[in-house]
């Protein structure tokens, strides 16, 4: 019998790849096909199984993933994955030679970038298959418009000399889940002028790729060639109020553990920060830090069980936490839904997000942990056992 559980529908994630490309294929111009989706499958797929989740995202259309790390990328290609797979972050050292004998697409944003591939794929005799990512406003990776020139001039030199071939150029945005940002042109312009510089220099990328999750749904000039979507394959909006057809792929829930009546005025967790305000019935619920509930959830986020939505009764531990449950009947095992995707009046993600003052990103990837086995289910589950990693289900 489980005692606690992510639940993870991959005909969701199926679902909502399938929805983001009928999108770029709406939004391409006549006799083009649209835009093809990169499924960002990084931090093990939000929390959703790295694996698993990009198997579904390829059944719903998806021609590439993005796995941000190399040992992300690696992990893809070990799993028999095929299909083009970027890595965009990347310190000095890493070995890159596996990567690009393994057919992984590599990101370069500097010279000494550059000069690594480069050097990788003179080892590897395999030529690296490069994209240069351009800093268009976002002031985190990519090259700063100064060295772009420069960068651009080294990779076409690199592609001459057989050592890579230049697949893309891309860049990432600051402020995408405001639509109406000014950040949001002004990106998209460097972006353009990014572009005009590289085919100065004689670059003429099959791939040109700029939008994440909120773009692509909000930003069909946006689209190019290949779009990045991450939160919105997993069913989570990156745009609060967005009305689009997406399917929340979590469902985190626990089996009650102890059901116990107390006075008015008991103190309930750690530092008593709650109070029973008359003798009611207190439920503890197995889950705590240490499996992705935030701490800062503590009195304030909501968890559904006996059909009621309560908030969590003090702090969040380490493994547990209590809910006030009055005089409602539940019992040891009754099912405590903390997220779903609210169709059974379950709180959403989103709810918890708003509660723990993150943002639904952070609260589904959070409960990629070790300890609380992830459960798949869908027309192709995979196997539960292979995914999860231990718990005492
Ligand atoms: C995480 C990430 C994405 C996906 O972003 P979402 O907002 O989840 O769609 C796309 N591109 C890059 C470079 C990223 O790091």
């Not at 059944?59 to 040992?71: D, F, H, I, N």
């Not at 860049?171 to 002004?186: K, T």
């Not at 589904?364 to 196997?383: D, H, I, K, L, N």
Request: negative net charge; glycine residues 12%.
């Amino acid at each position: 019998m489980w005692q606690a559980e992510v639940r993870v529908d991959l005909d969701a994630i199926e679902h909502n790849v399938r929805l983001l490309r009928a999108m770029t294929r709406a939004a391409a111009p006549a006799g083009s096909h649209g835009a093809e989706v990169m499924a960002v499958v990084k931090g093990d797929g939000y929390g959703h199984g790295m694996l698993a989740a990009a198997r579904a995202a390829l059944r719903g259309g998806a021609t590439w993933l993005g796995g941000c790390t190399v040992g992300e990328a690696l992990r893809l290609r070990e799993a028999g994955i095929t299909a083009p797979v970027l890595a965009w972050l990347m310190s000095p050292g890493v070995p890159l030679d596996p990567a690009i004998a393994a057919g992984v697409d590599l990101t370069a944003a500097s010279a000494e970038q550059l000069e690594e591939i480069v050097g990788a794929a003179r080892r590897t005799g395999t030529p690296a298959r490069l994209h240069l990512k351009l800093d268009t406003g976002l002031g985190r990776g990519g090259a700063p418009a100064g060295e772009w020139p420069a960068l651009c001039e080294g990779a076409a030199k690199a592609q001459a000399d057989g050592a890579v071939e230049v697949v893309g150029v891309w860049s990432h945005l600051a402020c995408a889940d405001e639509p109406d940002h000014p950040a949001n042109d002004a990106q998209l312009a460097a972006f353009h002028e990014g572009l005009a510089t590289a085919e100065r220099c004689g670059l003429t990328p099959r791939y040109r790729h700029l939008a994440n999750s909120a773009a692509t749904l909000t930003r069909p000039d946006m689209h190019f060639d290949l779009v990045r979507p991450g939160i919105a394959c997993y069913g989570l909006s990156p745009v609060p109020g967005l009305a689009v057809d997406l399917r929340p792929a979590m469902t985190v829930r626990a089996r009650v553990a102890l059901v116990k009546r107390v006075p008015a005025g008991q103190g309930v967790s750690y530092g008593h920060t709650y109070h029973t305000r008359a003798e009611t019935t207190l439920a503890l619920v197995p889950l705590g830090y240490a499996d992705g509930v935030p701490r800062a959830a503590s009195d304030r986020a909501p968890v559904r069980l006996g059909g009621v939505n309560r908030l969590i009764a003090g702090r969040v531990c380490m493994d547990q936490f209590v809910l006030d449950c009055g005089d409602d009947p539940v019992a040891p095992g009754d099912v405590a839904v903390l997220f779903g995707p609210g169709d059974d009046g379950e709180p959403t993600a989103d709810d918890w997000a708003a509660a723990a003052e993150t943002i639904n990103y952070e609260i589904v990837t959070r409960f990629g942990s070790a300890r609380v086995p992830r459960v798949y289910s869908g027309q192709s589950p995979e196997r539960s056992e292979a995914e999860s990693v231990g718990g005492s289900a």
